[in-house]
């Protein structure tokens, strides 16, 4: 079965970078878009951006731009998610969600998600 | 602040009908379709809905959407206490060129 699996909690200093992987398996990993939306404590969803596992081509949220980046390794099937000059609201759970074969599909499955605390 | 809306709480009683309202604009809702998850108390999102009205396989026929112009509902009827839960709607938007997500709905069967 589909299943994604995110590496694990995080914590670093403001100013920081943090890398979350998230690791495919149960089905072709260059067929299907990989998104990533993060959900600060006790608030709702945000999207960050996608990444095509084929051929790696990204599209970023605006309010990430800069200071994300998404790449992937297709020989083990893992997408990757780094987030750059860490402060104290980038504290969150971030999750990677399996889109579909075009960016306009629903996410699914979901990844159990990675905390990352952000803390001087 | 969300760019779709939701009302922040919702209730029902065991075996009743509730909705849940999700108000967007003509660059996300207007012309693209809704989908709907769910997320229980601790654990990841799950897609609930998709493509405005369309059930992946494993979830209950309980749960039903559907889309009008800028707006999208979920309903959830005979309700049980497994639905307590958190709903977030979604839609890609046209002007921001991303995806976006509402601010969720507190589910709470009474």
């Known amino acids: 079965h589909v299943q994604l699996v995110q590496s694990g909690a995080e914590v670093k200093k403001p100013g920081a970078s943090v890398k979350v992987s998230c690791k495919a398996s149960g089905y072709t990993f260059t067929d299907f878009y990989m998104h990533w939306v993060r959900q600060a404590p006790g608030q709702g969803l945000e999207w960050m951006g996608w990444i095509n596992p084929y051929s790696g081509v990204t599209l970023y949220s605006q309010r990430f731009q800069g200071r994300v980046a998404m790449t992937r390794d297709t020989s083990i099937s893992t997408v990757y998610m780094e987030l750059t000059r860490l402060r104290s609201d980038d504290t969150a759970v971030y999750y990677c969600?399996?889109?579909?074969?075009?960016?306009?599909?629903?996410?699914?499955?979901w990844g159990q998600g990675t905390l990352v605390t952000v803390s001087s | 602040q969300s760019v779709l809306t939701q009302p922040p709480s919702a209730s029902g009683t065991p075996g009743q009908r509730v909705t849940i309202s999700c108000s967007g604009s003509?660059?996300?809702?207007?012309?693209?379709?809704v989908n709907w998850y769910q997320q229980l108390p601790g654990t990841a999102p799950k897609l609930l809905i998709y493509r405005n009205n369309q059930r992946p396989s494993g979830v209950p026929d309980r749960f039903s959407g559907s889309k009008s112009g800028t707006s999208a509902s979920l309903a959830i009827s005979g309700l049980q206490s497994e639905d307590e839960a958190d709903y977030y709607c979604?839609?890609?938007?046209?002007?921001?060129?991303?995806?976006?997500f509402g601010g969720g709905t507190k589910l709470t069967v009474l």
């Open positions: 969600a399996r889109g579909g074969s075009g960016t306009y599909d629903w996410f699914d499955p």
């Open positions: 979604a839609a890609w938007d046209d002007r921001l060129n991303g995806w976006v």
């Open positions: 003509s660059s996300n809702i207007g012309s693209n379709t």
